[in-house]
């Protein structure tokens, strides 16, 4: 089970027409982002991460 309580929403661009909320979710887990899927646009993910886990999913969507 996730911890929800100490969280922030961080989003990240990505075309994401035609997946669903969990193959998004698989996609950012395998680019080693840390963090539960609640929203996408047709350009954006919206996925909920621990505070301390922001600055590394930057990092690692940023080098993919």
Do not use: C, H
Request: aromatic share 6%.
């Amino acid at each position: 089970m996730r911890e929800l309580t100490n969280t922030i929403k961080q989003r990240f661009k990505s075309d994401t027409r035609g997946r669903s909320l969990t193959q998004l979710e698989k996609e950012l887990q395998r680019n080693g982002v840390k963090g539960f899927v609640i929203d996408a646009s047709p350009t954006r993910i919206t996925a909920i991460v621990a505070k301390e886990d922001y600055l590394i999913n930057r990092r690692n969507w940023n080098d993919t």
